[in-house]
């Protein structure tokens, strides 16, 4: 059952959505950080559940300092390090992260993972510079989007009050932006923007870094989300590097190229290569 109808997709037991390695150790985690599980207080059986494939890919390895420097290597050679991030059984990745201020976005929330905006998971690196970079980490799996504009009406001038300054001061986002953060998926890539960028401007005490690089996992097979947006005639990548004042600040990733550089754990990988790629 889900939200009260039978889904063939959706398992009776939410904990066996979790790869069976990391069942107890996620529920303890999200309990001690007082995370919520999306759609409920424990993990539901909603099997194509974004937050559950975020977690499968990447719990497992939050403590490994290697494996966490591999899959940055994927996609960059520059990074020489990463830092454990401040919270209880804190690890090289953090899940449903705010930062060390719950509310930059004065969204009037402040519980992790849900009624406000998050970033799905986080890591802070280590250039060969020196410089310490902020990688907030987007998940998609099944995702797609209507065409809504999200600046219309009460709600709208509600977002726009909220957000219209972030975005207009932003280093991050040019002024090409206010064309397309009202419509899905922008919206939701501009607000974790800004919020990373808020958590540098304050350098909140355990996030400190100097630059951010925004990590975007979708898979290559999801062409609904890849393909053309009506908003801008032009592919979510186009559309989004236009928003952005130095697109090279983002990348664009499959999971499996994600976690091509694991080989240590291959029976981790044959579990993520038959239920997700």
Known sequence: MFKGTPQRHVLQSGLFNLYPDIRTNAIEYFEKNDISWWFGSRPNGHTLATQTACLNHLFPLRQDKKAVLNLLKTFSNEFTDVFTIPEKLEGFIQFESLGANANHLKEGFSSRGVNCTCLGALIIAKRKSGRRVLIPIDWVYTESYRHDDKSLGNKGASRKARYL???????????????????????????????????????????????????????SENEQFLGAYRSSGKSMLETWKSCLVNPEKYVLIDPSKLWSRQEKRAVLAQYLKHRYW
């Open 165 to 219: 300054s972030l975005i207009e001061n932003s280093n991050f986002l040019n002024e090409d932006a206010l064309n397309y953060v009202w419509f899905e998926p922008f919206f939701r890539l501009m607000k974790q923007t800004v919020l990373a960028e808020q958590i540098i401007v304050h350098q909140d005490p355990g996030y400190e870094a100097d630059d951010l690089l925004f990590l975007h996992v979708v898979p």
